[in-house]
């Protein structure tokens, strides 16, 4: 029986015109797809999610929010539509003629594109808050329980393909469920093929977008086919542009032999991706590269291909080459400021006129959602330029100095943190053509943020509330290319009960084969 009708198997009603023309046919009166959704504002919330989205030919308008499309050439709208047919936004603007689309209600609502997450270690979720006050290294008050010798040298080696799969998966849905729509996974869990094949699985079955990063076996497993499968994971799963999921090459040039990787990574025609920072001793690494002298060749040259991870700790010449050349920068601030990778380099980017995308790194440490990652970033910058300010009045007592300081870049603006965590993802991650705006011919990834919600009403500034007063509860509808994935605050088609059962089951067996106690009050 349809749930909402008396015809004895399920019928469409929103899946299109002739569908919405029958039903409101049936109903006898000139009803709007709204109507038939929702009796009344009250019952709003409880409309069902439109049938069938991100269907080729499918059609519905997300109708009345506060359009914020991170588009310059689109604009803002205090109140419009986004029309959405199959995978792609069709049309965004105040008053849409839609036909017979369904309609989603986003009266009270702010609808702008997901967040871009450009480097995640999403294999880590099992051990979510594991390391709360961890640092990178031992050696200082502090370190005794480090990321490098707990994650990377007890935990990660004992990993089975199962163990990838659901932390893969749950990390994915997390994220979903807070409005990421797309991450750059980098996953450094490739023991063996089927390891790699788990981490993608994973993504996959999440039903996100998704770039899986091809990094290297974490602890050093022996037989491990990094960097040799990639040929091999790029045919069997990244053979279509028109899916999801891509493919990018990890070279960390901390490790011996990186070049290898890169050449592999290059003749495939994948970005290549590293972590570079300070800590690691790659300053002077990042040097050679910046003066084509890179890699056992002598000769391994940056590139606009590469996608460089924290940046902290680096010289002017590496900086400078990062910049001609186009390399993309990814900061995890949250993460740099709290494990000491050292300062995020905001100011510095700021002064060679570079943007960067954000990413959230690690949740054995801090959370991944992004309200934490643009607040984080907006509130270091704001505190070092604020501060610069005030210092040049301490000498004279000019308790408020009108002058800004040559070279120092102006406060950032919660429009310039939300450009990181989206347009300025889909660049670093070269999805710039199909998402990280809502621009007409873009794929529809789109959340829908509840203003109407006891900690932002009354909405006096859309790109305010969402950086300075947002959490992922006023997440309420997620959708990723087309495709509704979250509807009015629950994730849909996902068995969390089930997923989470898994997930403790893996953490219990990576504890146990780690040696590592579980302690809930370390
Ligand atoms: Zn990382």
Not at 36 to 63: C, H, K, M, T
Not at 235 to 254: A, H, N, P, R
Not at 417 to 437: C, E, H, M, P, Q
């Amino acid at each position: 029986m349809c749930r909402l009708c008396d015809e004895g198997r399920p019928q469409n009603h929103f899946g299109g015109r002739r569908g919405f023309l029958k039903a409101a046919a049936a109903a006898g009166a000139a009803m709007t797809a709204f109507d038939l959704l929702a009796a009344g504002p009250a019952a709003a919330n409880e409309a069902p999610a439109p049938l069938g989205s991100g269907e080729r030919g499918r059609r519905y308008v997300i109708r009345g929010g506060a359009v914020m499309s991170m588009d310059p050439t689109v604009g803002d709208f205090a109140q419009a539509d986004v029309l959405v047919e199959g995978k792609k936004i069709i049309a965004v603007g105040p008053n849409l003629q839609a036909g017979g689309a369904a309609v989603i209600d986003a009266r009270g609502r702010i609808v702008m594109p997901g967040f871009i997450d450009t480097h995640h270690h999403q294999f880590e979720t099992a051990l979510r808050s594991f390391l709360a006050d961890g640092l990178l290294l031992p050696g200082t008050p502090g370190g005794d329980i480090n990321y490098y010798q707990y994650i990377l040298l007890k935990f990660a080696p004992v990993y089975r393909p199962q163990d990838v799969y659901i932390n893969e998966l749950f990390g994915s849905l997390s994220q979903l469920d807070a409005g990421v729509t797309t991450v750059h996974d980098i996953s450094q869990i490739h023991h063996s093929p089927a390891h790699s094949d788990a981490a993608i699985q994973g993504l996959i079955a999440s039903g996100r977008r998704a770039a899986f990063g091809y990094f290297e076996s974490a602890g050093g497993v022996a037989g491990n086919q990094y960097p040799i499968d990639a040929a091999r994971i790029k045919k069997q799963w990244f053979s279509s542009t028109d899916q999801l999921t891509t493919m990018i090459m990890g070279g960390e040039v901390y490790l011996p032999g990186y070049e290898k990787a890169w050449q592999i990574g290059r003749e495939l025609g994948l970005q290549v991706a590293a972590h570079i920072l300070s800590p690691f001793g790659i300053r002077p690494t990042l040097d050679l590269l910046a003066q084509g002298k890179g890699g056992d060749s002598g000769t391994l040259a940056l590139g606009p291909d590469n996608l460089f991870v924290h940046m902290t700790g680096m010289s002017d010449l590496g900086w400078q080459k990062v910049k001609d050349t186009g390399a993309q920068v990814s900061l995890a601030v949250p993460i740099e400021m709290n494990m000491r990778h050292g300062m995020p380099p905001i100011l510095k980017m700021q002064s060679l006129g570079l943007e960067p995308s954000l990413s959230v790194d690690v949740e054995c440490t801090l959370t991944a959602d992004f309200f934490t990652q643009m607040r984080s970033c907006m509130n270091v910058q704001r505190a070092l330029v604020n501060q610069a300010i005030l210092d040049q009045g301490l000498a004279t007592g000019d308790w408020w100095p009108t002058t800004q300081p040559p070279g120092l870049p102006n406060p950032l603006t919660s429009r310039d943190v939300l450009r990181y965590a989206t347009i300025n993802g889909a660049k670093g991650l070269r999805l710039d053509g199909k998402v990280g705006s809502l621009t007409p011919g873009k794929e529809a990834d789109i959340i829908i943020l509840d203003a109407t919600a006891i900690n932002v009403a009354p909405l006096n500034n859309v790109p305010g509330a969402v950086v300075s007063l947002m959490e992922r509860s006023n997440v309420e509808t997620v959708i990723v290319a087309g495709k509704l994935r979250k509807w009015k605050g629950r994730l849909l088609d996902t068995d969390l009960a089930g997923l989470r059962a898994q997930l403790e089951a893996s953490r219990d067996y990576l504890f146990t084969a780690a040696g590592v106690g579980q302690d809930l009050f370390r």
